[in-house]
């Protein structure tokens, strides 16, 4: 196997787990949207305030609630970040994961902004969501940059 072929399957494991974990985050947000804001093991008030986030006007978006935006975005990650994927060099691979992975992290930096200047509470699991999301931006920017073909 080639080194290129090693690192590309090291970055599909890492960009796999990592979107895994934000998928884990994001199904318990799903359920604790869908049953009740209680589930969430988080503070009720003060600067971290679980369910102050997640029931906030912010978090449905025409219609649509966020966690559902979230874990479909965590669901086409964890297949753009499949080592397989990863080790194929198609530029418009590249670019979908690439995409996606920006999305993410601007999505994440606009809700980090609202829960922090709007709604004065963060969410512990909404912030691991952010985190995950930045992370594989990061992370999925600096593998493309390494492994993209010199053209």
Known sequence: MRDDDQLAIRFGVAGSLLALVGLGLSVYLTVAHYSSAR???????????CTKVTT?????????????????????TVILQAPPLWARAGRALRAARMTVAAVGAVSALWLIWVELF????ICLYCTGVHAVAIALFALTGFGTAVLAPAE
Do not use: K, W
């Open 39 to 49: 589930v969430l093991a988080c503070p009720e008030h003060g600067p971290i305030d």
């Open 56 to 76: 906030s006007s912010y978090a449905v978006q025409h219609g649509v609630p966020l966690v559902v935006l979230g874990l479909g975005f965590f669901v086409v």
């Open 118 to 121: 709007r709604l004065d509470a």
